[in-house]
């Protein structure tokens, strides 16, 4: 009976152990704080010290009608304003111990401006379930300019830059752009700097939150990890594609190929196009990727246009039979107009055919097109959906092919018809005859 009681004992003791220890694991330290922001913090971690500088990130969610296409990011600049939130009332934390929250001190701060700018230098590897890019700022704080201990908060806004993503092709959903920022700090008790003339403070946590000033208690329980962020990040399904909040940019492709064929047909004729892509709205000058019988990069004016040749006869761009361009990264709602110039010597007929992946159509003339004529495609492409992040339209396929067909000689028509018109003639004076017998 004894032994079954030591027996117990020990593995009562045993588990005991085993669940400190596993307690121990998911209280490290390193994992909770560290000057991250969003990090939960918890008095397991003892108040360590943590950096003096804190980051916030911002994303956006890049599309691309493409998997696996290397979209350049839009031009575009984010400000943000940083200054100290309504406190004065208490929180819990999740272990039951309660802080008192003061209104943020904005002397600490290095500086009560920040910004971040997206640029398209950049790339980001898009497609139709999107990809995040991201850029950061930092804000740095002064613990020598807290004059007591407690938990300070900040309210981190983001500036109204609608103009600024209409310029970018930049579409937003929903109005999320406040930040709540906790910064806590206490006692130096090592009083490192020497001076006992005075107090010293550090920082041991922060903790940056989505929710707005209102929100007071409970804002550190496990049950609203959902509040915590690491700045100011889009409410994004990377599985989905879907964006539920935050900013976005949907793009498309354009290729126009070339084709000719029919019995006088000139494979080797080099066909001057021209393709002009424009939006007045998008003066943001974004890039893009050219491939094909064009090559390298190309920006947009500040006027929203971008032209590849000019569909005249000295137009740098040229195609002959099976040649073709594509543009990469061309942002929603930016229409196109192919233009090709006839410069051979023969009339022919343009034939187009369009394939769209996500639904995309074009109009163009199907009237024969003489010699120095020119033949006009225009390409509707892609619109941004207010209900979802979905570009319509877009990812646009033009193939242009040219029809020649070789001229029956005219003469030999011309040298016999006298003699068919006497005959056919003939044939109906017989045939009116033979009613008027039979009558």
């Known amino acids: 009976m004894k032994k079954n009681f030591k027996r117990i004992g020990a593995l009562v003791f045993a588990l005991i152990m085993t669940m400190g220890v596993t307690a121990t694991v998911f209280a490290d330290p390193a994992d909770l704080t560290n000057g991250k922001a969003g990090e939960l913090y918890t008095s397991e971690n003892e108040g360590a010290k943590v950096d003096n500088t804190v980051s916030i990130d911002k994303q956006i969610v890049i599309f691309n009608t493409t998997d696996n296409t290397d979209v350049h990011n839009p031009n575009i600049a984010y400000n943000y304003t940083i200054n100290g939130a309504g406190g004065d009332f208490l929180i819990t934390d999740g272990d039951g111990d309660q802080g008192k929250i003061y209104t943020g001190i904005t002397t600490a701060l290095d500086s009560a401006t920040k910004s971040v700018t997206f640029s398209s230098a950049d790339t980001t590897e898009a497609g139709t379930k999107g990809a995040v890019a991201e850029k950061s700022f930092e804000v740095t704080f002064n613990p020598d300019a807290f004059t007591h201990a407690g938990i300070f908060r900040y309210v981190i806004s983001e500036a109204d830059n609608s103009t600024g993503r209409t310029a970018a092709g930049i579409a937003r959903k929903g109005t999320d752009v406040d930040r709540i920022l906790d910064v806590y700090v206490r006692v130096d008790s090592n009083d490192d700097d020497g001076d006992t003339s005075k107090t010293d403070f550090v920082i041991y946590g922060y903790v940056l939150m989505t929710a707005n000033s209102s929100v007071k208690a409970s804002n550190l329980e496990d049950g609203d990890e959902s509040m915590k962020t690491n700045g100011f990040l889009p409410d994004y399904n990377a599985e989905t594609g879907v964006v539920t909040k935050g900013d976005y940019y949907n793009t498309y ?52 246009t971008l032209s590849v040749g000019n569909g005249a006869s000295d137009s740098t761009l040229k195609l002959k039979d099976t040649e073709f361009v594509t543009i990469t990264g061309i942002p929603a ?3 196109s107009t192919v233009t090709e110039y006839n410069s051979s010597y023969d009339i022919y007929k343009p034939n187009i055919t369009d394939t769209a992946v996500t639904g995309g159509t074009a109009t163009y003339t199907s009237a024969n097109v003489q010699p120095g004529g020119t033949a006009v495609i225009s390409a509707v492409t892609g619109t941004n959906t207010s209900t979802t992040n979905a570009l319509i339209a877009g990812d646009l396929v033009l193939t242009v092919t040219n029809e020649i067909e070789i001229v029956s000689p005219t003469g030999i028509v011309m040298r016999f018809a006298p003699y068919v018109l006497i005959v056919a003639a003939g044939i109906i004076l017989f045939a009116v005859s033979r009613r008027r017998r039979a009558a």
Do not use: H, M, R, Y
């Not at 070339?258 to 080797?268: R, S």
């Not at 890039?287 to 064009?294: D, F, I, N, S």
């Open 333 to 335: 709602e930016i229409t």
């Open 253 to 304: 492709n354009l290729q126009v190929k070339k084709a000719v064929k029919g019995t006088l047909a000139d494979k080797n004729e080099d066909f001057p196009f021209g393709i002009a892509l424009s939006n007045a709205a998008i003066t943001a000058q974004p890039v893009v990727e050219l491939a094909g019988q064009a090559t390298g990069l190309a920006a947009f004016a500040v006027d929203g």
